[in-house]
C-alpha cells in the first residue's frame, strides 16, 4: 500500500495510526508519531526487468554530457544506436510478405516517427490518437494510415470537420483506413461518407482474443460486408484485430504465448474464411487489404500459419519496461529519463516524526529530493535507488510531483547535482517532456527531437 503526502499529512494531523506504509514492526499496535522506535521497513519499488541495460560509466557519460550542456532539469532521452538495432530487429523479424507498420501511440515523436520510417523503409503507420492523425498525414506525406481503433463517429466527423478550409477531403479519405467494430458504426461511417461526399476506407475490427473491442461474433461479418457490396460511399480494407493479450497469458511462459496466439490466429482466419466464401469475392480480391496484428511483444510470431499480412509494433522501438521478454529478446532498452539531485539528507526527516522514527522509517538510508519524479518507471542507476517511505508520491497521483524524494543506501556516493536515471514502463512517457535528448555513441548529441505533436 502507498499513501501520497496529503492523505499521509492529514492523517498525521488527525492523530491517526503513522504507520501508513510497508510497516512491519512486528508489534501488533501500530506506533502513534511522536513515539520512540522502528516505524516501517522502507518501501521497496519492483526492480527493473532482466534487460541488457548500459552500465554505470554509460550513465555517468550522460551526466557529464548534460551538466556541460548546461541541462538542470529532467530529461528524457533515446540512444540512437540502440534504436537503430531495434528497428533493424523488428525489420528482420517482419520480413516481406508481410508489412510492417509503425505505432504512432508508442512513438509520440514527428521526428521519431519519420526516423523510424526512414529507417525501416515504411510508410505504413498505425494511428491511434485522432488528434495526431492531421500533423502526421502533414508531415509525413508518403504516410499510409491505418486507425488502430474504432472511434466514435462524431470524433471521425469532426477530424474531417477541423481540417482548413479548401482542403481536399477525399485526398485525405485516400490515405487514411478507419475502422468499424460493429454493425451500427458501419452505417453510422457509410452515412458519414455520404455527408462529406467522399469514400472512406473501412477495415473492419476483430476482437481475436483480448475481449476490448472488435467484432466477437463471426455471424455478424458477412451482414457488414454486404454493406460494402451495396454502397459505394465505402471501401473495404481489410481487418485489424490486435492480440495485446497474448504475451500476457496467464501462464508466464513463452509456450503459454504460442498457445494464446495459436487461438487468436484461429479466431482470425474463421473471418477470413467467411471473407473468401463466394459470396464476397468482388471484396476478397480487392487489391491491398491490409490484414492486421501484432505488436511489440509479438512481432516475430507472424511468419507463417497465419492470414496476418501487415504487423505493427511501435513501442519495440524504444523498448520500455512493461513488454514481457518471451520473442523479443532481441530488442534493447532505448529510452531513459533523467532528472537531477536536489539535495542529500545524510540523516533524512519526515515531518511530524521524531528524528528516531524517522531514522527508522528510513532505515539507515540517505533522503534524496530530485527535480519531478513519479514516472512510472524502473529505476535504473544508480544502483539501489528506491521510493521515500510515507511522503513518495504515487505515479497514480502525480506522475510529476514538483520534488519528489527518493532514498539511496548509506554508502552511495550522491551528490546535489547528480542524476538518477529511470527506465519507462511504457514508451509513450516521451509525452511528458517538451524535447527528446539523443545519444550516439554514449554520447549526448547536440540534436534533439521535438516530442510530438509540438513543432518548434
Ligand atoms: C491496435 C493496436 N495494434 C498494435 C499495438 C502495439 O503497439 P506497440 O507495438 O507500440 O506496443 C497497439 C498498442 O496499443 C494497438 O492498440
Redesign the pocket.
Known sequence: MSVDRRSFMKSVAAGSAACLVGCNTGDPEPTRPGDEGALCEPPVAPPPPDLDYPGASYFDQVSRDLDAAGIGTPVVFIDMDRVDANIDAIVRGISAPLSY?I?E???PSLDLLSYVSERSGSDKF?V?HLPFLAPLLDALPNAQVLI??SHLTSAVESFFGSQPAGTDLAAIASRVTFLADNPTRLDELVALAGRLGVTLKLAIELDVGLARSGLNDPGLLAPMLRVFLSSSAVEFAGF?G???HIAHSPTGTGAGMDLAWSAATEVYQSYVDILNGPEFEALASLPDLIF??????S?PMYSTGTPVNDV??????LRPGS?PNHVIAELQPAIFIGTPVFRVYPEPRLPFFTAANSAGAFGGRKGVTIAGGGWPAYFTHPPGIQPAPLVSDPTDHSMVPNQGMVTAPADTPINPGDWIYYHPRQ?DALFQFERIMLVRGGRLETETMAAYPRRY
Open positions: 507498420r505505432v501511440k508508442s512513438l498505425m491511434l488502430g481503433k485489424l490486435y492480440d495485446g492486421n496484428s501484432g505488436g511489440s511483444s512481432y505493427a509494433a511501435g513501442g519495440g522501438v513488454y514508451s
